[in-house]
């Protein structure tokens, strides 16, 4: 039984969120053919103005073809300054000289990928009703400088030398300027469009109370939504001077005023819906509801399906699924390349820890992990063999606060455990936790177990992701004693955390690492 007084058959109407000026509401569409799982897809629809598969391959096409022509306008002129001839030519002398053709046609066709991933990432082939002209164009600029930068990123990886990165740099500049502005017109065009009335919809609102008035005065006022408020059908609230009957006189109004659709402001009336819902089928009027859920926390709220039940998130934390993408592409390329590279290094360090003491060369620890997993975390031993058990007789020396433990003249360390924490080499076998995907390269750093048992409620907000070999702690405050420090800095990372975060720990990582600030 939906919340809103329907009882789903066999064969119901679609459901889908609208989202209408900031107000979610249930559609109900009726289209000829349409069945139940039509329109099922588990996730709200952004609200467009134009929609459709041949509007978005549209929007496509022409992004495509835009960072062709900036590609080649760069290209062809960063080239052209050192030769200031005509440009016919020229255009010769370019390609003969030192161009490469094919390695820049392979990353200018790498480059128009990552941009359209980007976009369709930031729902950049739909108008969205609901985002203005500004947010759209600091969406371009983000796509574009997310494709560019891991472009950099590809050729710089890969050896390239005849790409120039000046190239590169300005034709993301030029992208940004010419994809955002490209929108912009077209957000012209399509607002003109429906301020003279082209695809606008007529509109019945059942319901003239406070939230029937408000949906009014939104469409109103925000005109390129594309609805046309025709009037009120109520009960009630005679006064309103747009009201234009009641709810029984719907089928004559909607043929007087020639509406599209019907919005439902009243929806615990299970009676008036399903009075409305009849007459809408039999005249073929789109009817949407607009929840009244908790006097207006239900606006704004998407409606996804679990199963076969439709449900409606009232709050949800976005998955940035891409960038979490990214960061395991970048965890496994970076972890599997540092395995290779520093596989000499590796076999240096077991060898002198072999020649050093007794005991085994890696130390497996127990830690815990994103959710409170636990795994088995592998470092260089550089204590003692039995400095587990005596880890708690030295519980009092312990130089950090709260469930953390330190002390800075350690006697279970090695006389080469201190060169090497020294330097971090003692954590090169966590790169092996990265591979397999317990740890990932930046993060909190994963505690004992010990350690794990003694933290308070609050506490647990640092393993809602994984376990790094470095993190923001390590290298802001690594001297900092205190674990409320430790944690704050833990989940500023978490709150704020994107992939170039992650880019610029790594690199003070480097630094501090050659420094030999551990301890």
């Not at 919340?3 to 969120?17: D, M, N, Q």
């Not at 177990?449 to 003694?454: F, P, R």
Request: with cysteine.
């Amino acid at each position: 039984m939906l919340g809103f007084g329907l009882s789903p058959t066999k064969r119901a109407p679609p459901l889908e969120i609208a989202g209408i000026g900031g107000k979610s509401t249930l559609a109900f569409e009726f289209l000829p053919g349409d069945d139940y799982n039509h329109r099922r897809e588990g996730v709200p629809r952004p609200v467009s103005a134009l929609a459709g598969p041949w509007v978005e391959i549209g929007y496509l096409l022409v992004d495509v073809l835009s960072v062709c022509l900036n590609a080649f306008c760069v290209f062809y002129f960063r080239w052209l300054a050192d030769s200031p001839g005509s440009l016919i030519r020229s255009a010769p002398a370019v390609i003969s000289r030192d161009l490469a053709l094919q390695e820049y046609a392979g990353f200018l066709l790498l480059y128009v990928v990552l941009i359209v991933l980007f976009c369709q990432n930031h729902h950049l082939y739909r108008t969205l009703r609901t985002r203005s002209a500004l947010d759209e164009s600091l969406a371009v600029a983000k796509a574009v400088t997310y494709a560019t930068l891991l472009l950099t990123t590809f050729i710089y990886l890969s050896g390239v030398q005849t790409v120039s990165r000046l190239v590169v740099g300005f034709s993301g500049l030029l992208n940004v300027a010419t994809l955002a502005t490209w929108r912009m017109c077209k957000r012209r065009v399509v607002a003109r469009r429906v301020a003279q009335g082209q695809g606008a919809r007529n509109v019945l609102i059942v319901g003239a109370g406070r939230v029937g008035r408000a949906l009014a005065r939104h469409f109103e006022e925000n005109k390129q939504l594309g609805y046309v408020v025709k009037g009120f059908l109520d009960q009630n609230h005679h006064c309103d001077s747009r009201l234009l009957g009641r709810i029984e006189d719907l089928a004559q109004v909607a043929q007087r005023e020639f509406a599209d659709e019907v919005f439902i402001t009243t929806p615990s009336e299970r009676q008036v819906v399903r009075t409305v819902l009849r007459e809408a089928r039999r005249h073929r009027l789109d009817v949407k509801v607009v929840p009244e859920l908790y006097d207006g926390l239900g606006w704004q709220a998407p409606l996804s399906y679990v199963g076969d039940f439709p449900v409606m998130a009232l709050h949800w934390e976005p998955i940035p699924v891409l960038g979490l993408f990214f960061k395991r592409l970048m965890d496994i390329a970076f972890s599997s390349l540092g395995l290779v590279a520093l596989s000499p290094l590796l076999a240096a360090v077991a060898l002198a820890i072999a020649l050093d003491s007794r005991g085994p060369i890696l130390y497996p620890s127990k830690r815990v992990g994103k959710k409170g997993r636990t795994f088995v975390c592998y470092k260089f031993r550089s204590m003692v063999p039995d400095a587990d058990f005596l880890k708690e007789s030295l519980r009092h020396l312990n130089e950090r606060d709260g469930p953390f433990f330190k002390i800075s003249c350690d006697p279970r360390i090695t006389r080469l455990g201190r060169s090497l924490r020294k330097y971090s080499l003692d954590e090169l076998p966590q790169l092996w936790n990265v591979l397999k995907g317990d740890m990932s390269l930046v993060g909190p750093r994963p505690h004992p177990l010990d350690d794990y048992e003694q933290y308070h409620l609050e506490h647990l907000r640092r393993l809602d992701v994984k376990p790094g070999l470095t993190g923001l702690w390590q290298v802001t405050a690594r001297q900092d004693p205190s674990f409320q420090e430790n944690m704050a800095l833990d989940l500023q990372y978490i709150q704020n955390w994107d992939v170039w975060l992650d880019l610029r720990i790594l690199w003070r990582t480097v630094g501090a690492v050659l420094e030999g600030a551990g301890k």
